[in-house]
């Protein structure tokens, strides 16, 4: 019977627990784990997720986190050293019309009103029409 931190493990994290474990094995007790075998964890949290990395790698997860934390930060920053922006605002282009617009109006009793619009510029259409309806 599988445990639960075995199951469904991808390929790649199952080499890199691999690695993991003959580094464990060949290690001097009390020696810092290589910056190679976290560059590995943290590629693979990035793409799997911190913590099915951390139970696959048998690493702390907070260490994980905190270390994949700190790489998101600096890749978040631009080479003066100030943070990029978390929101940019992008405005549309403003309105252009190739030729124009014709609305016309015509109540029942015949009379008629006719707007010709050109350019960006749009008049409160709405109070146009409500005052030439009103008006008898």
């Known amino acids: 019977m599988a445990t639960r931190g075995t199951q469904n493990v991808p390929a790649e994290l199952a080499r890199a627990a691999a690695r993991w474990a003959q580094w464990r094995r060949r290690r001097v007790l009390g020696t810092r784990i290589p910056a190679s075998l976290w560059k590995s964890a943290l590629e693979l949290a990035a793409r799997h997720g911190v913590s099915r990395t951390a139970i696959a790698l ?8 905190k270390r994949l934390d700190a790489q998101m930060s600096r890749c978040r920053t631009d080479r003066t050293g100030a943070a990029a922006p978390a929101f940019v605002e992008l405005t549309p282009p403003s309105l252009t019309t190739a030729g124009g ?7 029942v009793s015949g009379a008629k009103m006719r707007i010709e619009l050109r350019g960006s510029q749009v008049p409160d259409l709405a109070a146009l029409g409500c005052s030439f309806w009103k008006s008898r």
Do not use: G, M, Q, T
């Not at 048998?58 to 986190?65: G, N, Q, T």
């Open 58 to 65: 048998r690493v702390d997860y907070y260490a994980l986190k």
């Open 101 to 107: 617009c014709v609305i016309e109006f015509e109540n």
